[in-house]
């Protein structure tokens, strides 16, 4: 049978971010494909060197548009440790707080972006409708939707008043109603069913190999999460189940995903419960002593690790960011082998792509 070469982007409407694929096809089978990156790195990593502590703080919330917290987190809790900071617990539990809602935010965000690209319309326009509301609280919390600058060295610089509290109680009351029926649809809907299970299949011994961590790694089966296993900011103080399938495919990372916005939506009952009055943030100084150190967190696609260098001076000598995208674009090679063409763009979406990130 002849073989096609088919390219798939840059610039392609299955895809969020630039990045491009050669599938090699036979009739309708893809026997191969070669992932090509580059296309929107922004030298982030060389940029942090060249600027101060605090002011990173900010630059590398745009790492990720999506997960923009969860990097901050991150970087501050690094540079905390090397300057022997404690972080009031109040500041913690806000932390976290913001963390629980991204990734709320960013699994109903990826909900929609599999169902649009399986033909599934409905859901996707109820689960970005849903994902408003997340994003309405984030706003009334931070006063940015995406962007939050919630995050200083030494805690936070938001402090929610009662009314506030109440307002974000009513919000999350009122999601996890709409998260319950996205939940029975993923279940019950026989035409995603159908789209999703036994499509994009990979093995733990691949997830391993490849070292991608997150949801499609528990969708293999492989209980790790390091708010559990390596507990953060506030995750020492809660509650809360890891979600693992055992299916490996779409399907499993979907029910991954759509069970984990309810655990956070109890983390985030959980943390309103114990938000103790008292400060958001202890004093920092410019200078870091000179140090290093490795800070890790559980972004909403898996583990993030910040590796930061000092050499006693006001900007990092060196710092390094692993993301958890790029393990993941390692497995697609594997997981864009012998399947139909038409099973592409479910591939695509199930793997939940952050080119920003990865390329940086």
Known sequence: MTRVTIPIGPQHPLLKEPLSFMLTAEGERVVDSVLRLGYVHRGIERLAEERSWVQNVHLLERVCGICSHIHTTTYCQGVEALLELEVPPRAQMIRTLMCELERIHSHLLWLGVLAENVGFTTIFMYSWRDREMVLDIMEDLSGGRIAHAVNIIGGVRIDPDAEQLDSIRRGLDKLQQQVDTLLDVVQHERSLRVRTQHVGRTTKELVRRHCVVGPVARAVGIDEDIRRDAPYAAYDRLSFKVITESGGDVWATAL?????????????????????????????????????????????????????????????????????????????????????????????????????????
């Open 256 to 360: 991954v995903r759509v069970r984990e916005t309810s655990e956070s939506l109890s983390l985030c009952h959980q943390i309103l419960d114990q938000l103790d009055p008292g400060d958001v943030a202890t004093r920092a100084g410019r200078r870091v002593p000179a140090g290093e150190v490795v800070s890790r967190a559980e972004a909403p696609r898996g583990e993030v690790i910040y590796y930061i260098r000092s050499a006693g001076t006001d900007k990092p000598a060196r710092l390094k960011i692993r993301t958890p995208t790029l393990p993941a674009l390692s497995l697609l090679g594997e997981q864009l082998r012998d399947i139909k063409l038409a099973d592409v763009p479910v591939v695509l979406s199930g793997v939940d792509l952050c080119i920003a990130c990865a390329d940086r």
